[in-house]
């Protein structure tokens, strides 16, 4: 009973209280309040979307049909066939050399080491490394005159991860009369460049005559180095 007479007085009280009717300086007021919640920020939107946008209803426009003079159709084709020409020349002009650095990129690396040289100054820095007596470095030289000659040739193509042997074995495939001496240079090479033994006047000859005797043969086929 006094449960029931305490709530009924709290009821009278609620009904007593005026409803809550701001003016328009308090309205105002309360409206920048609320919109100066950050959550209002996140539905605003960005400078990317205002851009899509503008592109978007830029292309919209292009294919309006409703165009004065009934242009849209045809302006609408005439600018797919602009896009489609400039799309066409890019690939033209910078497709086609990505093919080529690709390429060029990978014929600098000669037995897992960079070389750029070409094989004619490959010999010529190894005949000037054995005029000074530097056996080791001359040979190793002349061995990779023999790889690159073979390359620029198109004969032998030997990939990144390819041995001195590996390339002899493919080599020998190319020019089968050459096959044991092929091997003799690369043992050579391996001997001097990484078991470190002592080059010689007579292993530099070694080298020199394999890389002449195959320079001045016709190869069999093209062949590929395993790795």
Partial sequence: MVLTSALRALARAADAVPPLTPDGDE???WAEEELSDPSYDIAEPTPFDRIARAIGDFIASLLNP??????GSTFALVAGIVVVVIIVAAFLIWGVPRVSRRAAARTPLLFGEAEHRSA???RAAAAERARASDWEAAIVLRFRALARGCLERGVVDPPPGATVHGFARAAARAFPALGDRLEDAATA????RYLRRPGTAE???LVTSVDDAVASAQPAAREAVPA
């Fill in 66 to 71: 409703d165009l004065s003079g009934g242009w």
């Fill in 120 to 122: 004619a100054e490959l």
């Fill in 189 to 192: 090479f391996d001997d001097v």
């Fill in 203 to 205: 292993l530099y000859r």
């Fill in 27 to 29: 309205a105002r007021r």
